[in-house]
């Protein structure tokens, strides 16, 4: 798993845990062909319902949309990286 912040990535493997300072913003891939799971903790728990909202906006098989995903980043001031906003 590859997580980037800034300029800088940091290539994870099983069992490495890293920690994200507020609002830095991140994002991660799996970069390698073999199926890659991650277990993210989040702190404060407000972003818990980030995360429900995603699996809300996926329900039923449903590809997520850009706006959609969007759309539920906006309602925890969050925003895609690059996006000029903070």
């Not at 913003?25 to 991650?38: L, Q, Y």
Request: with cysteine; net charge negative.
């Amino acid at each position: 798993m590859r997580f980037n912040s800034g300029d800088a990535f940091h290539d994870l493997k099983v069992g490495d845990y890293i920690i994200v300072p507020l609002h830095a913003p991140h994002t991660f891939e799996n970069v390698s062909d073999e199926e890659a799971r991650v277990f993210c903790t989040v702190t404060p728990a407000y972003y818990v319902n980030y995360f429900r909202d995603l699996a809300e906006a996926t329900k039923d098989g449903k590809a997520l949309t850009a706006e959609d995903n969007i759309r539920v980043m906006a309602k925890y001031a969050t925003f895609p990286t690059g996006s000029g906003q903070k």
